[in-house]
């Protein structure tokens, strides 16, 4: 007698099978942390562009507008870049809580770690919305507005490591050496460090008082001085794909388009200074390009750290034969 036993991998009769990781589940939320990632990148860049064009303020009230939802007659460009800043966030917001929820939910059917490093990150975006209730509260001081950045660099940081990992996390792959990973790590601390010494340059107005008045030159000059090894650090990383072993899949074009985007933003860094932050357009993509340099920075060190696990089949049921 040949029995034919198809059993489900969601079975709660199966439970060793059904806590393997599922490729669909994986990859439909992957899909929703790349979105994430794109969502934040654009949120810091909406930031710059709030702080560029002095509309930090132009919402007196929080987390209302004008005590409104939409503000009517009151919108204008200044108006509208706050308004649209807080949306973005609320919906960045939302999504990662979603997130966080189903990583919980379903957390037998996914990696480990997900549901605690999700769960980081909604901890993150709470955070920085209290800092950005507090900038406005607090009339944008300094201090705050620094933090109300790094908390966003950060949160861009790991939410790209998040989605890298996820994208990772059906495909075997082998780690690079221990001397990429320091490297790329490196790249990426020197990368956030001047991003850091950017945003508190501009939180402080010091190189618009130092144009002027010449009051604040340090905090230029600081971010001048550490923009050359952080350079250095990501061309030295893409330089070093040469020496990788083969089978680094993306890892390679990652680093490559990170010595790409730093070579842009250095020029626009010089191009900045030169225009004497006179053009809008070119000091916001600046910021830009430095949120997109963080994102791309963790994902060559989310993907540096290699994923040991074997291929998931993207099949949902097996089969068994037994004699008797």
């Not at 969502?39 to 562009?49: Q, Y």
């Not at 949160?155 to 998040?162: P, R």
């Not at 990426?188 to 190189?207: D, E, I, K, N, P």
């Amino acid at each position: 007698m040949v029995v034919s036993v198809t059993t489900n991998l969601n079975s709660p009769l199966n439970p060793s099978i059904r806590s393997r990781p599922d490729p669909v589940l994986i990859q439909r939320l992957a899909l929703l942390a790349s979105h994430l990632v794109v969502a934040l990148v654009a949120l810091v860049g909406i930031g710059g562009a709030t702080r560029v064009m002095e509309a930090g303020l132009a919402c007196p009230d929080w987390p209302l507008c004008y005590g409104r939802l939409l503000p009517g007659r009151q919108m204008n460009l200044q108006v509208f870049l706050e308004w649209f800043h807080r949306l973005d966030a609320f919906v960045v917001g939302v999504a990662l809580l979603v997130l966080t929820a189903a990583s919980f939910f379903w957390r037998r059917r996914l990696p480990a770690w997900l549901p605690w490093l999700a769960a980081g990150t909604l901890l993150l975006v709470l955070v920085q919305g209290g800092l950005g209730a507090l900038t406005v509260t607090q009339l944008l001081a300094a201090p705050l507005v620094t933090a109300h950045l790094a908390t966003a660099l950060l949160l861009v940081a790991l939410t790209s490591g998040l989605y890298q990992r996820l994208a990772m996390a059906n495909r075997a792959s082998i780690s690079p050496p221990l001397w990429w990973q320091l490297l790329a790590s490196l790249a990426l601390v020197l990368v956030f460090a001047q991003c850091l010494l950017g945003g508190t340059m501009a939180s402080q107005w010091a190189a618009d008082q130092c144009f002027s008045a010449g009051h604040g030159c340090r905090w230029l000059l600081a971010h001048r001085q550490l923009a050359m090894p952080a350079a250095l650090a990501v061309l030295a990383l893409a330089a070093a794909t040469l020496l990788l072993p083969p089978g680094q899949g993306q890892l390679p074009g990652l680093a490559q388009g990170a010595a790409v985007l730093v070579l842009a933003q250095v020029s626009l860094g010089i191009w900045t200074l030169k225009l004497q932050l006179q053009a809008p357009l070119v000091t916001i993509g600046h910021q830009l390009l430095a949120a997109l340099l963080v994102a791309l920075l963790a994902a060559v060190l989310a993907r540096s750290l290699g994923n040991s696990g074997q291929t998931l089949p993207m099949s949902q049921t097996s089969s068994e034969v037994a004699h008797g």
